[in-house]
Structures are given as C-alpha cells and as structure tokens.
C-alpha cells in the first residue's frame, strides 16, 4: 500500500543524506516534498499541515542545521514523527522510550465481548473471523461470535462458514429475529458455554445514517462491550477517515480495524485516522486469507514506509512457521552437505507459509530502492518448482548430480513443464547449495560472481 509514498519519501530524504551540511532553506525543501508526498497519499490535508510543521520545529530545534552528516538525523526524526501518526511512541523520540502497540481490553470476568461496526463492504464479517481466529491462535482463547447482520444477503452463512474455519463456535437465530435481541441472548450462550471472548458481528449499510447508529447504540447498550472496533476500508482513502469521524462522533469506538491494507490504496487513510479520531489502529488485515492478520505496529509500519524494513515481524513471521528442531536438522545436514531437493521443498513450502513474499521482500532491511524490493513474486513459479521436484524420484531428488538428459526429459513431462525449466532449476539448486556450503565452512561466498554465472 504504501510503496508510493515510501519511494518519493526515500528520494527526498536520500537527498538530503547526500548533502554534507543543511541549511534551514535545505531543511524547507524537503518539508515541502514530504508534504507533497503525504498529499498524495490522501493524507488529510490538516494532519500534513501539523505533521510537516512539527517535523520542521525538530529538525530545526535540534540543531541539524550546520551540522556534518545531518542525514541520518532528520530520517531519524521523520521516522519518530511517523510512528507518533499512526499512534505510537518511538525510542528516543521525546515522548520516551516508546510503548506497546495498543490492545484490546480484556475483561476479569470472562467473557470479554468485542462489538464489531462498520459500512457493508468494509469488509466487517472477514474481519470478524480474523479476530477470532487470532485470539483462538494467539492468544489460546476460547472464542464465540454472534451473527448480528441480519440484513445483508448471505451475512450470516458467511460468518457460519469463516467463523467455524477461525476456529470459534458461531452462534446465530437466521434473519428473522432483531440483532438487539440476538446479541442478548448470544452474551448469555457465551457465558453459559465457558467462552473466553464473544465477539459480535453488526450489521452495516451503504452510508452512515441515523438507523444505523440507532441500532448499534441499543447493541452496545445491550452486551456492554469491552471494546468496540470499527471497520474500515483503507482502499477508501479519505472517505473512511470520515467515516470513522462520523461513528466517533455517534457511537464512541476505542480502535480501528484497518481492512485491506495490502491493496494498492495510497496509504493516506492508515497515516490519518489516529490524528482525526483520536483512536489507534490495533489491527490490519493484510491479505485475504484468515491468517492474514496482525497487530498494527505503527513504529514498525513507519520503518517499512522509509526503507528501513521490519526485523521484528519477519523474525516473529518465522518463529511462528519454523520449528527449532527442524532448523537444527537442517543445520548438520547443511555442516555434512547433505541438503537435497527434499530438505528446499520442505523450506520452500514453510516459507510460503509466512506469507506472499513480495511481502517478506519489504520486511528485509537494506532492500529499499533495490529492484528486489520492488521485485513481483509470481506464486505460480513457485507452484512449478514444487511440481518439478515432486516429479523427480526419491534418488534425483537426494543427488541432483545424477539427472542426466533422458531424466530430465521425463521430469519435464511428469511436471508439464519443459527441459528448459528443469535445467534452471537444477542450476539454480546447485549454486544455493554451494553457497549453504562455504556457509557452512565459515566463508563468505562470492554473491556477485554468482549471479554473474561464474
């Protein structure tokens, strides 16, 4: 989402990191590309306004200006400046040594009930199993949701059929019956049922409109919710800031679902929100399958944004996909040089699981501006090379070295791939295992010379 912003954002700051020292008109010019960029990205012009002037104050006030090397020092400030946007505090920054990303309330006295809002289309219900299955994974709750969206065609069996995926018991009375009613009587379910969490599902519509707002203030007034989350569609831009101005103004919410935050939207709905509504992002939906889900880490997003990557996240991605050990597996085979087609599709196939790797490209630190950042992964590749080294037998796969031409001949047809595509990956195996070999013997291998063919 934000690939166009981070690309102007780093060209103006790799300007200024060119410059030995930095004048105040220095400084005013790359104020005023930052707030072109930020205007852009459909970032509310009063939040560019505050956001470049504040910006401006600190790297005045902290004496960039005449200063050897001052680069780093304002890609540091806008960075804590970012992070503070989208609700959080960066180490260092003045504020103190950074906080926790905000979360959901969580009650003494089971169960803890999230009510979820938002205009149909923001991609409510999808959420709503998101969160659960997050809350069932994460957090090892026991999770209950209630189909409260009565009037959209489908709604319910949507979230029957999400919910039960997500791994939370769904408990729903069909279309017939008021959602006031339902959520009532699915509060009772859940705390008869030992549930740790209920989280209700609302109906939405096309517009806010006072029918709406009525009936999600006589729900909440009815299940008293821990928190209450609105939906919203970072592919709106600015109209779902103003939708979520409108719902803080009739029904206080205490945070944001960002939906679809890995759509090609220009960003400026995620960098707006806190500084209209006054409430965090606590979660963003980054894909569409159910796992695609996570805490927001505005401290991180900020980092992603300027090129820097996010550590924590893939390290936290790939703890939850690899086992300790399998690595440790994995490592005597690589020390022996046993590592074989098997042992690559075994990784492949648990990196995939960490999510699309264009995505895991921007996590990498030192990638920003590198045509590998900007690099579209296609799936089916991945997909062919999956079915090559399945097509090959037990032995070929062990000793690549022993495909000759008839083998390679029957693997292609095998994969309905050709021998061209055979031999690349065969090629493209042996230099990774000549790498994982110096590796492994303490040396650094020659990457350039590599790519070269050499």
Not at 2 to 16: I, N, R, Y
Not at 159 to 169: E, F, N, P, T, Y
Request: aromatic share 4%; hydrophobic share 40%.
């Amino acid at each position: 989402m934000f690939d166009s912003l981070s690309e102007k954002l780093q060209a103006t700051l790799g300007e200024v990191r060119q410059r030995g020292t930095l004048t105040e008109q220095d400084v005013d010019a790359a104020m005023r590309e930052i707030r072109l960029a930020l205007l852009e990205a459909d970032v509310n012009f009063k939040v560019v306004r505050e956001f470049t002037s504040h910006l401006k104050e600190r790297a005045l006030g902290e004496e960039v200006v005449g200063k050897l090397n001052p680069g780093q020092q304002v890609v540091k400030i806008v960075g804590e400046e970012l992070t503070r946007l989208m609700g959080g505090a960066a180490p260092g920054s003045p504020d103190g040594e950074g906080e926790e990303p905000a979360a959901l309330r969580f009650s003494p006295r089971p169960p803890t009930v999230v009510l979820m809002a938002g205009l149909q289309g923001s991609g409510k219900t999808t959420a709503t199993a998101k969160l659960a299955r997050w809350l069932h994974e994460e957090r090892g709750s026991s999770v209950a949701v209630a189909a409260c969206d009565v009037y959209r065609p489908a709604a319910v069996e949507q979230l029957v059929k999400v919910g039960g995926q997500a791994g939370a018991s769904v408990y729903e009375k069909g279309t017939d019956h008021d959602p006031v009613e339902i959520a009532s009587w699915a509060l009772e379910r859940a705390r008869e049922d030992g549930k740790d969490v209920l989280i209700v599902d609302t109906s939405g519509r096309l517009h806010v409109d006072a029918e709406l707002m009525d009936e999600l203030v006589r729900i909440r007034d009815a299940v008293q919710p821990d928190d209450v989350l609105l939906v919203v569609d970072a592919m709106t831009g600015q109209d779902a800031v103003n939708v979520a101005q409108s719902f803080a103004e009739a029904v206080q919410f205490d945070g944001v679902v960002m939906s679809k935050l890995d759509g090609d939207a220009r960003g400026g709905a995620a960098l707006s929100v806190k500084a209209v509504t006054g409430k965090p992002i606590l979660f963003a939906s980054t894909g569409e399958k159910l796992d695609q889900f996570e805490r927001f880490h505005p401290d991180r997003i900020a980092q992603r944004i300027l090129g820097m990557g996010d550590v924590m996240s893939l390290i936290e991605k790939a703890e939850r996909e690899f086992d300790e050990a399998d690595a440790l597996a994995m490592e005597r085979k690589l020390r022996k040089n046993e590592f074989g087609l098997d042992d690559f599709l075994d990784q492949l196939r648990m990196i995939r699981k960490m999510g699309p790797l264009t995505s895991i490209l921007g996590m990498i630190p030192g990638l920003a501006g590198h045509q590998l950042s900007n690099m579209k992964v296609d799936e089916r590749e991945l997909d062919r090379i999956q079915a090559i080294v399945l097509s090959m037998t037990a032995a070929e796969r062990r000793r690549p070295e022993i495909i000759n031409g008839s083998r390679r001949l029957r693997i292609a047809r095998g994969s309905g791939t050709n021998v061209q595509q055979v031999n690349r990956l065969i090629k493209q195996f042996g230099q990774m295992r000549k790498v994982m070999r110096q590796v492994g013997r303490g040396k650094m291998p020659d990457i350039g010379a590599m790519m070269r063919g050499r």
